[in-house]
């Protein structure tokens, strides 16, 4: 079974400093992966996924086989960054079911 | 903006009570998700159905859950009867084969 780890529940950075909010997985085939963030009072919504290879709202994500890791960085945090951020994954291409992790709670300190 | 629906936002019921929760999903969606969260974790996947068909509810407690999409279209997820247990959010999720799931605001459910 797919499991997802977020190692940190609570994280908190001064503005200007670079986060990494870290996710590990364990699956046994080619996962897809996510991240997932969710504002004060609102929906949770998609940040990134990994097959994008994109960079939205300044962060990205890097997949790392080896370690099975996705964890989500950001060089320079901003204060409109604190949220719920959730890691997770699906096997498959299409129409899969997500498995998230815990989640960590981001705050960005003035 | 398109946006997935689902009432009630809040409900408190007793314990051994029926309660249902409802969600109108993106029109289009084919597939829709119910996922329950409890405080301090992640969702869970309860329910997925594509189209009116469930094509996963391997983690639904069947003794006391049922959900149903009987159109294609909007979903009644059930809980009868209701455990103290069960308290959490229940989200409700749908999209299209290009994997990103919209999520609902969800709804809160204390049982007392």
């Known amino acids: 079974a797919q499991r997802v780890t977020q190692p940190e529940k609570l994280l908190s950075v001064f503005k200007g400093a670079p986060v990494e909010l870290k996710c590990n997985y364990s699956?046994?085939?080619?996962?897809?992966l996510f991240w997932y963030v969710q504002y004060s009072r609102q929906r949770l919504q998609l940040l990134l996924r990994?097959?994008s290879r994109e960079s939205i709202k300044g962060f990205t994500a890097d997949l790392n086989k080896g370690e099975t890791s996705f964890h989500l960085k950001k060089p320079f945090a901003q204060e409109e960054d604190s949220a719920m951020y959730y890691c997770?994954?699906?096997?498959?291409?299409?129409?899969?079911?997500?498995?998230f992790g815990e989640g960590t709670q981001l705050t960005v300190n003035p | 903006e398109a946006e997935v629906a689902q009432s009630p936002r809040y409900k408190i019921t007793e314990k051994s009570q029926a309660v249902a929760f409802w969600c109108d999903p993106i029109?289009?969606?084919?597939?829709l998700y119910w996922y329950r969260q409890i405080l301090g974790q992640g969702p869970e996947l309860l329910v997925q159905?594509?189209?009116?068909?469930?094509?996963?509810d391997s983690q639904l407690p069947k003794d006391r859950f049922s959900a149903e999409r009987l159109k294609g279209v909007d979903s009644t997820l059930k809980i009868q009867p209701a455990e103290l247990g069960d308290s959490a959010m229940y989200l409700c999720?749908?999209?299209?084969?290009?994997?990103?799931?919209?999520f609902g605001q969800g709804t809160r459910l204390t049982v007392v």
């Open positions: 999720a749908s999209s299209l084969l290009d994997l990103e799931a919209f």
């Open positions: 159905f594509q189209d009116e068909s469930v094509v996963d």
């Open positions: 029109s289009g969606h084919a597939t």
């Open positions: 990994h097959i």
């Open positions: 699956y046994s085939g080619s996962p897809e």
């Open positions: 997770a994954l699906s096997k498959e291409t299409s129409g899969s079911r997500l498995t």
